[in-house]
T-cell receptor, first 114, second 111 residues
């Protein structure tokens, strides 16, 4: 257990509304990631963070922003949700100093945009 | 570019052996991972290969050939609980370290 929680676990919202998903970790890991998972596409990286206030874009960052004001929290915001953002969102961490850079995932948030 | 291919679905019988293949193309290979993901749950780490050869861990083994861009995950003595998706992922160091995931192979274990 890498001590990762995500909230909310399920959310239904309407097109055009803002949505914020939260990832919380308890073990002071430096690296945190947001992925989305869709059938046929596997996990795709949205944004990642390598420290407080240090973030960078992944391969599918359009329409998403992130913030990390504390080590333990990594927030993903959809400024104006669209139906194409209906997906399962996973947060992940990489324990620092590990040779393999294995990623450990939170339980996921299922987001439906109507 | 980067590309990972693995079969979409496989079916095997309880007690048998199954091999899930993964081929990849990447310019900055830095390791290959296998993850298991049960329906409705998060992926969990199974194995890691960075050098050619076989890594064995209990009923699961993973093989890598870097020259062929090829890996497989071998599951022995299949159990019903092994029914899950298996994700092949490659770590690429081009333009910063990133992990690229395949779409996954759904394995069905039947009695």
């Amino acid at each position: 257990d890498a001590g990762i929680t995500q909230s909310p676990r399920h959310k239904v919202t309407e097109t055009g509304t803002p949505v914020t998903l939260r990832c919380h970790q308890t073990e002071n890991h430096r690296y945190m990631y947001w992925y989305r998972q869709d059938p046929g596409h596997g996990l795709r990286l949205i944004h990642y963070s390598y420290g407080v206030k240090d973030t960078d874009k992944g391969e599918v960052s359009d329409g998403y922003s992130v913030s990390r004001s504390k080590t333990e929290d990594f927030l993903l915001t959809l400024e104006s949700a669209t139906s194409s953002q209906t997906s399962v969102y996973f947060c992940a961490i990489t324990p620092g100093g590990g040779r393999t850079d294995t990623q450990y995932f939170g339980p996921g948030t299922r987001l439906t945009v109507l | 570019g980067q590309n990972i291919d693995q079969p979409t679905e496989m079916t095997a019988t309880e007690g048998a052996i199954v091999q899930i293949n993964c081929t990849y193309q990447t310019s900055g290979f830095n390791g290959l991972f296998w993850y298991q993901q049960h329906a409705g749950e998060a992926p969990t780490f199974l194995s890691y290969n960075v050098l050619d050869g076989l890594e064995e861990k209990g009923r699961f083994s993973s093989f890598l050939s870097r020259s062929k861009g090829y890996s497989y995950l071998l599951l022995k003595e299949l159990q019903m609980k092994d029914s899950a998706s298996y994700l092949c992922a490659v770590r690429d160091n081009t333009g910063g370290f990133k992990t690229i995931f395949g779409a996954g192979t759904r394995l069905f274990v039947k009695a």
